[in-house]
């Protein structure tokens, strides 16, 4: 490139940045701002209404559902659930996180008001079950029910993914220690590390049929459950090991709404009639509309 080439450009740069300086003026003097100030101060206007949605609550024991219903957070250890603020102003629970004990008999929450105990004195054999809870819009489900809505409604084909209905006999599993559950092997097993997962044939979905199920996690090299024998996972006990298992939303449903369920390997005793007793809490602590 030589020296009147270079010189020409140089000249336009020049000429370029100018203009770029006047529209940046401009921009300023006429009270435009830069996409990312706007998308700042819509979130900070936003903010502070969801903190306005939530302050409003606080002295409420009846929450008003997203889309319709209530929840009664007296029955609860928190004082509001997670909420949610629409551009029209409807402010709502859309879900919440909480944590609760079965005692073998029932289900309490974890908070001293419910149990009656201090946090050093609740029983051993007391399990702990962790909820994470999405509560459904009941308003919305309507709408994309009469006028469905690709941009707001939830694809009407997709369906969770779920275990087949039937299995064959010979690739069942069922622990002794463990009533309730079953494992079922695959033709082939994988020796890798993936833990386990138990199927509650007597309490299926709200399908009627598709069996709920629990994953449990983290216990190779510990319980080398991938690599036992049919005779050996009959005998299965973990004791007073405890590895952690999930249930996932798909296998927990309760009135308007449906939970990821977090536990341990010491709840698996009992754990179908644990589930059932918290689904009954959970749905009895929810108001739908007439």
């Not at 100018?18 to 900070?44: E, F, V």
């Not at 559902?65 to 997670?82: C, K, Q």
């Not at 199927?199 to 399908?207: C, G, L, S």
């Not at 090299?221 to 939303?249: H, I, N, S």
Request: hydrophobic letters at 35%; glycine letters at 8%.
């Amino acid at each position: 490139m030589n020296n009147t080439t270079a010189q020409g450009l140089s000249g336009r740069y020049r000429k370029i940045s100018k203009w770029m300086a006047l529209i940046a003026l401009m921009a300023w003097l006429t009270g435009c701002k830069p996409a990312s100030q706007n998308i700042d101060k819509r979130l900070a206007d936003y903010q502070a209404r969801l903190q306005a949605c939530v302050d409003s609550m606080e002295n409420k024991t009846r929450i008003p559902i997203m889309g319709g219903g209530e929840i009664d957070t007296s029955r609860f250890a928190f004082n509001v659930p997670h909420m949610n603020i629409t551009d029209e102003g409807e402010c709502g629970a859309v879900g919440f996180e909480a944590e609760f004990y079965w005692t073998g008999e029932k289900i309490v929450p974890n908070a001293p008001k419910f149990t009656g105990l201090h946090p050093t004195q609740i029983p051993p054999e007391w399990r702990v079950l962790r909820v994470g809870a999405k509560l459904g819009n009941r308003r919305l489900g309507q709408q994309c029910r009469e006028h469905f809505d690709p941009q707001k409604c939830p694809n009407p084909n997709y369906k969770a993914p779920a275990p087949p209905l039937n299995w064959p006999e010979h690739l069942i599993v069922r622990p002794k220690a463990y009533p309730g559950l079953e494992l079922r092997l695959q033709p082939v097993r994988d020796t890798r590390p993936t833990g386990i997962t138990f199927f509650m044939v007597d309490w299926p979905r709200k399908d009627g049929v598709t069996p709920r199920d629990l994953h449990c996690f983290a216990m190779s090299g510990k319980v080398p459950v991938e690599t036992m024998t049919v005779a050996e996972l009959e005998q299965l006990d973990f004791g007073k090991r405890t590895f952690p298992c999930d249930v996932e939303y798909g296998s927990f449903d309760f009135k308007g709404g449906a939970a990821r369920i977090k536990t341990g390997t010491e709840a698996l005793r009992d754990i179908v009639p644990a589930l059932k007793a918290l689904q009954q809490y959970l749905s009895d602590s929810i108001i739908k509309e007439d």
